[in-house]
């Protein structure tokens, strides 16, 4: 704040949980139109901070840590995550991780947290 001490900074829900995404958006939607018309607003959803991170190899290739659902990554994008059935899975979106990354069921996998 040395830049411009008369800066104010509101931290407008300082509850919302951790990846929430979809609230912080409807907060911000639902509060923006309070402030002055000249604000500038700044949204920081950044789930990963604080928590404990993973890493996850396969066949040499890195994947960034765990999503929630096959939906969060983009079509052909590799990822990892917890299916229902709680077993890790590992899969390319809308494509086959086997031809991808010339492995077979069984491949090893390499999971190391952060703590």
């Given amino acids: 704040m040395h830049i411009n001490p008369q800066a104010v900074v509101v931290d407008l829900c300082p509850d919302i949980p951790a990846q929430g995404a979809h609230a912080a958006a409807f907060v911000l939607w639902t509060a923006y139109h309070f402030f002055p018309s000249d604000a ?3 949204a920081v959803v950044d789930p990963g901070v604080g928590s404990e991170q993973w890493f996850i ?3 040499g290739q890195a994947l960034s840590g ?3 659902a096959y939906a969060c990554a983009s079509e052909g994008t590799l990822l990892a995550l917890v299916g229902s059935s709680g077993f890790l899975e590992i899969a390319l979106r809308n494509g086959s ?10 491949a090893q996998v390499q999971v190391r947290s952060s703590v």
């Fill in 40 to 42: 500038i607003h700044v």
């Fill in 66 to 68: 765990l999503v929630t």
């Fill in 97 to 106: 991780t086997s031809e991808r990354l010339q492995v077979a069921r069984g």
């Fill in 57 to 59: 190899h396969v066949a």
